[in-house]
């Protein structure tokens, strides 16, 4: 992991210093045309020009280019203010211009540098905070779909996830843990949460496919996203296996589920919410048959007016 994050920095360093010799090349490139524009036409003060060109390339590139553009611009006043052109024979006149160019020069490279030095921090800052601000909306939003105590999709998700259940294949099973009510009572609340927290593990650890939620208390709801039923049958004996050897309190009480299931292709949101409606009942069949067992059906569009009914 080291490894990689400081190869990701080296790599980000390199980009960095591309980008300034590159600006930098732009910015020398400008000033040279504004010198070649200077020294062909009769330009009285050509350093007003190329002050302005300055305080353009300090502004909008890295500070190495506004000091190279500031050697430029004290070249070529040297150049053009100097005796024969000889950089450094001046008249009295040229000699205290030269003094304040220079000057100028040194206060705009030095002023400009140091707001863009502000400006690239604040800037880097703000990006820290904008990016903190979407981590945070992320886990926040995560969180807002995610059941704290089993790790499993809640209902928010659900209604969120909705739509994508339309016009394809299901199993529909909603569970719930047998005597749940006897587990709090008998090994505690503590004990209760562990079972929760165990059938929450095996459901999304075993089942593939599949969209697993806390429905409520200690229901759940499957969404398989297919009609595998020979997969999905081997995955429930899995879990309810799984769970048979999970011992809770002091007694080591197992833990035993019942489920209702209904496969089936929903056309609409009818269709699937008749298709919760029915394995519910399946749920309740299990139930009434002695609890710790399966039970399924197959979903038919005309069981709609039937479950309406």
Not at 48 to 56: D, R
Not at 61 to 74: K, T
Request: proline share 2%.
């Amino acid at each position: 992991m080291s490894v990689f994050k400081n190869t990701k920095k080296n790599n980000k360093k390199r980009k960095s210093n591309r980008t300034v010799v590159f600006t930098s090349l732009g910015a020398c490139l400008f000033m040279c045309m504004l010198i070649v524009t200077c020294g062909n036409l009769p330009i009285p003060n050509p350093e007003v020009l190329l002050l302005t060109g300055l305080v353009i390339c300090a502004s909008l590139f890295d500070f190495p280019a506004g000091v190279l553009c500031a050697i430029q611009v004290i070249l070529f006043s040297m150049y053009f203010y100097s005796e024969d052109h000889s950089y450094f024979s001046y008249s009295t006149v040229n000699l205290k211009r030269m003094i304040i160019i220079f000057c100028s020069v040194l206060a705009t490279t030095a002023f400009l540098g140091k707001l863009r030095q502000i400006w690239n921090t604040t800037r880097q800052k703000t990006m820290e905070v904008t990016k903190r601000l979407r981590d945070s909306n992320e886990a926040l939003q995560e969180e807002s779909h995610q059941d704290h105590l089993t790790g499993l999709y809640n209902r928010n998700m659900l209604r969120a996830n909705f739509p994508d259940y339309k016009n394809r294949s299901l199993i529909v099973t909603l569970l719930d843990i047998d005597d749940f009510k006897k587990i709090n009572d008998v090994c505690g609340h503590e004990a209760g949460d562990m079972a929760l927290r165990e059938v929450g593990t095996m459901l999304s650890d075993t089942f593939t496919n599949t969209d697993c939620y806390r429905y409520g208390g200690d229901e759940f709801l499957l969404v398989r996203l297919d009609d595998d039923w020979n997969k999905y049958n081997l995955e429930m004996i899995r879990v309810r296996a799984q769970l048979t050897r999970v011992g809770l309190g002091k007694d080591k009480l197992p833990i035993h589920i019942s489920a209702g299931y209904i496969s089936g292709v929903t056309e609409n949101g009818e269709d699937l919410r008749t298709m919760f409606h029915l394995a519910d009942e399946m749920l309740y069949e299990s139930k009434r048959k002695g609890k710790n067992r399966v039970t399924g059906g197959t979903f038919r569009r005309d069981m709609i007016k039937n479950s309406a009914g």
